[in-house]
């Protein structure tokens, strides 16, 4: 399947759920659509339906094992399209001696693990970047 039937597929699945009064979440995942903060915004942009939104889940994204973009950055691009917030808490290390990258899940009231405690807690729903990424960087 390609982006562009993707994206009509939201589309009709979208327009489905607002018939019925529900929205819908598109959930970041490696090796889709939906597997960089870039190419969510674009797949929820084409879909271009108000009840369709993304859910930046980027524990998906940090617990890999290579390089990939930083969290604050992913969420600034996300956080205007986001209707739904599922969240987890990682370590991450990288080695630059090997290029060897490790991850695991974190205890959420770990405030050492890479989004910290205070990130998560304090957004505030309904918010838009810049101004939700200001809360975050202030507090967390």
């Not at 959930?27 to 190419?39: H, R």
């Not at 094992?65 to 956080?79: I, N, T």
């Not at 490790?102 to 205070?118: D, F, K, N, Q």
Request: net charge neutral; charged share 25%; glycine share 8%.
């Amino acid at each position: 399947m390609n982006r562009e039937k993707a994206a009509h597929r939201f589309r009709e699945l979208g327009e489905y759920a607002a018939e019925r009064g529900v929205s819908l979440s598109l959930e970041m995942y490696e090796g889709t659509f939906l597997g960089t903060a870039d190419s969510s915004v674009e797949l929820v942009t084409a879909a271009d339906l108000p009840n369709v939104g993304l859910c930046p889940d980027i524990g998906n994204i940090v617990r890999l094992h290579r390089e990939v973009e930083d969290w604050r950055e992913m969420l600034q691009k996300m956080l205007p399209h986001t209707n739904y917030w599922q969240l987890k808490n990682y370590f991450r290390d990288y080695d630059p001696a090997t290029g060897a990258y490790a991850s695991a899940p974190a205890p959420w009231l770990l405030a050492s693990s890479i989004t910290g405690r205070r990130s998560a807690w304090r957004w505030k729903p309904g918010l838009r970047a810049p101004s939700a990424w200001n809360t975050m960087a202030a507090t967390g």
